[in-house]
């Protein structure tokens, strides 16, 4: 049986993509972004996270967690009145593919 650092590659990346789309907020955050660009500000105000008991630190979160599974990017920055540029993210895949098979490695 496989522990922590020694699973092969294919479970680590179905364990990141698994770890990062656990939560129904970050797909709601992907469904936000869709095939376009949204700043932060974009999508906490569309999803109406502050609403729902969110912060935008919280959001931040949730991004970080997609940003670091490969899921999302950031696009750009969009200046901000006396603060720091804001981000603005796009989905970087649009699908996930899971091997299954572990690849044969060739012998040359």
């Not at 992907?30 to 912060?55: F, N």
Request: charged share 30%; net charge positive; aromatic share 8%.
């Amino acid at each position: 049986m496989y522990q922590g650092q020694n699973l092969p590659e294919r479970m680590k990346n179905i364990r990141k993509y698994i770890q990062a789309l656990h939560c129904p907020t970050r797909w709601d955050i992907i469904d936000c972004i869709g095939t376009g660009q949204k700043s932060s500000k974009e999508i906490y105000e569309e999803l109406k996270l502050g609403e729902a008991g969110l912060t935008f630190a919280g959001l931040y979160y949730h991004l970080s967690a997609l940003k670091r599974a490969g899921i999302i990017e950031a696009a750009s920055y969009k200046e901000t009145k006396g603060g720091a540029p804001e981000k603005v993210w796009k989905l970087k895949i649009k699908e996930i593919v899971i091997e299954l098979l572990e690849k044969k490695k060739e012998v040359k």
